[in-house]
């Protein structure tokens, strides 16, 4: 794998929800991302719950491939960037361990600059430095 720069990594990730232009966002994904990548999200606990109460096992949300994964942001962008008026930003706390990058990030009110929340995320990487799968959690 080639030399990757985790904080340089986890600023790219992040910048990519914050993307409002459909085609950069997409050829952002694709630089980022392995074509068979995985993102696997921990929703909140109230979608845990229901799901629980479904008789679902797992509560776990994915998506899979370029395609998916960019559903899967651009919804992201258009609830909290668009309408809720966030910034999404990388804490400066990403650290890369053989094939893997564990990094913390924030979600700030763009009106008044307070960070409203939060999580966590863990990338693992594939040979070419790219993601291979994402687990998200929310509120980490």
Do not use: C
Request: charged share 30%; no cysteine.
């Amino acid at each position: 794998m080639r030399d990757i720069d985790p904080q340089d990594l986890a600023q790219r990730y992040i910048a990519q929800w914050n993307v409002a232009d459909a085609a950069e966002r997409r050829a952002a994904i694709e630089r980022l991302w392995a074509r068979d990548a995985v993102h696997i999200l921990q929703p909140p606990v109230e979608i845990r719950e229901i799901a629980a109460g479904l008789g679902f096992g797992h509560s776990t949300l994915e998506a899979h491939g370029h395609d998916a994964i960019e559903n899967r942001v651009a919804r992201s962008h258009e609830r909290f960037v668009e309408k809720e008026g966030f910034t999404f930003r990388s804490r400066a706390d990403a650290v890369r361990l053989h094939g893997m990058v564990k990094f913390g990030w924030e979600a700030v009110s763009t009106a008044t600059g307070e960070v409203t929340a939060g999580g966590l995320d863990i990338l693992v990487l594939d040979d070419d430095g790219r993601i291979r799968t994402d687990y998200m959690f929310p509120g980490a």
